[in-house]
């Protein structure tokens, strides 16, 4: 074996051991208050909904429009990558992280014009989301065909 | 005219001198450690552009006009430029020196660019080819967010090993005559790639070329460390300083006393929240012209190798899965020498 290849099999394990590792409970716990707000936000707007006499279905479409629109909002005015920062996946997952993939991606390319920039890319980050969930929840319906 | 000696490494027997340099930075390496140094600091990321990639050319532009008036020069003098930044096709380059009529050698070694820049200048007017060659490099934070990693505003975590991106320019006009720093010898670097895969730590892929470069320095030149006051390399930034400094001892050279790194010295990682450090053409570059070359003039150090590192990357390689080449170019920089005719 050559020198190179013998770094090749070491030198992965020296930076393993110099490299910084993210402090996951912390990250988790913060992930969790913060997800966890954001879904009550949802119930809350849900239940008010509810409340002056809209539909389940209807109110929980406008539930989910009200938390898009505020991540929309929030990306629009530099708040949301401040509370990505701290939350991670608390505030990625939620329908409103889903928001901030569309619209941050919209105002980067923007600058490509309306239609290869911002129409384009507006789906750079929530495409696979998209595709992905089209295939799931299209998989989990014929699954569920099947066993009721 | 130079020599080749060793494998890698070129002596230049008529040592050219940076006679000027300039830098230009952004507003969060104004407010860094070295913030006092720059020649220009602007007020915000755009500085009056209208996208991330205008404002690149600018600093470019803004840069290579300060350091052409601060040689006394005019545009016309400037035989060569030698240049290259992070985007795409080199545009922040190309658009930035469009209206110099200068003749150019677009240069891509990604963060290594500055080295290979002077490098390639100092060769040229060793050889005879040249009397004034001006080298520069730049990059900028959002618009190498933008190709490299995710929009601006998209709420993302960077893990503990990622680089900050300096948003900056700096350039230095080397000439066939003057009263020094000069460049006295050259080792290229050759791309060595260890198997790191991981884009957000780009240190640690670089490190093994740092290590690479600068030791094959020492084997070609006869040196020892001893013979500098200080190695500065150009972006491995805190994780890879630290890997650097292992791999050199593994080679039986002990660099660690003098050694230090213009991503580490350009920002505070505690108040600025840059995490490893700092990173991008625009790294080594604006740390040479505003901090490095102030301080060599000013007789803090009499020797610096300047070891430029470089993550030959694309998005596009990292998501096939490639690993990372690394690449670090030296340039040794001397305060006074007795010229060799």
């Not at chain 2, 969060?28 to 070295?34: D, F, Q, R, V």
């Not at chain 2, 030791?215 to 020892?224: E, L």
Request: charged share 20%.
């Amino acid at each position: 074996m050559n020198k190179i290849d013998q770094m090749k099999n070491k030198y992965p394990s020296m930076v393993d051991e110099i490299s910084p590792k993210n402090t996951v409970v912390i990250n988790s716990l913060r992930a969790f208050w913060v997800g966890g707000l954001i879904c009550t936000l949802g119930q809350f707007i849900n239940n008010i909904f509810l409340r002056y006499g809209f539909t389940t279905i209807e109110a929980a479409g406008i539930t989910s429009v009200s938390l898009i629109f505020l991540g929309s909002a929030l990306t629009a005015l530099n708040v949301y990558e401040v509370i990505g920062k701290y939350a991670g996946g608390g505030s990625a997952i939620p329908i409103t992280g889903f928001a901030n993939s569309m619209v941050s991606a919209a105002v980067e390319h923007k600058a490509e014009g309306y239609v290869f920039g911002l129409g384009a890319k507006i789906f750079t980050i929530a495409g696979p989301v998209i595709v992905y969930g089209i295939i799931a929840s299209t998989a989990l319906g014929i699954i569920y065909y099947f066993i009721h | 005219m130079g020599k080749h000696i060793g494998k890698q490494t070129v002596i230049l027997d008529n040592p050219p001198s940076i006679i000027a340099t300039s830098s230009t930075v952004g507003p969060k390496e104004a407010s860094g450690p070295l913030g006092e140094y720059f020649d220009v600091t602007t007020e915000d990321e755009l500085w009056g552009e209208d996208t991330w990639e205008k404002a690149e050319s600018k600093f470019v532009k803004e840069t290579i006009k300060d350091v052409i008036d601060k040689a006394k020069l005019k545009s016309e003098d400037i035989q060569y430029i030698f240049a290259g930044d992070l985007l795409n096709q080199l545009t922040g380059t190309t658009f930035g020196i469009r209206d110099f009529n200068i003749p150019y050698f677009g240069v891509f070694g990604a963060c290594s660019t500055m080295a290979e820049s002077m490098s390639l200048g100092a060769m040229t007017v060793d050889g005879g080819f040249a009397d004034y060659v001006l080298a520069t490099t730049s990059s900028h934070f959002c618009g190498a967010e933008k190709q490299f990693r995710f929009p601006m505003e998209l709420g993302t975590q960077r893990p503990l090993t990622a680089q900050w991106t300096v948003t900056g320019s700096g350039a230095v006009i080397i000439a066939k005559e003057g009263g020094g720093p000069y460049i006295t010898s050259i080792t290229t670097g050759r791309i060595v790639d260890l198997g790191i895969s991981d884009p957000m730590n780009m240190g640690a892929a670089m490190a093994p070329a740092a290590a690479d470069t600068i030791v094959q320095h020492f084997k070609d030149t006869g040196r020892s460390p001893d013979y500098y006051d200080l190695i500065i390399t150009g972006d491995l930034a805190e994780y890879g300083q630290k890997l650097l400094i292992e791999l050199a001892k593994k080679e039986g050279y002990n660099i660690g006393e003098i050694l230090t790194d213009c991503g580490i010295e350009i920002y505070d990682p505690d108040s600025q929240d840059t995490h490893a450090g700092g990173s991008g053409c625009g790294c080594s570059a604006s740390v040479f012209a505003g901090y490095l070359y102030k301080e060599i003039k000013k007789g803090r150090w009499n020797r610096v190798l300047f070891v430029a590192t470089g993550a030959m990357l694309s998005p596009g390689s990292s998501q096939q899965g490639e690993t990372i080449p690394g690449i670090a170019h030296a340039v040794a920089i001397e305060r006074g020498i007795s010229k060799r005719k």
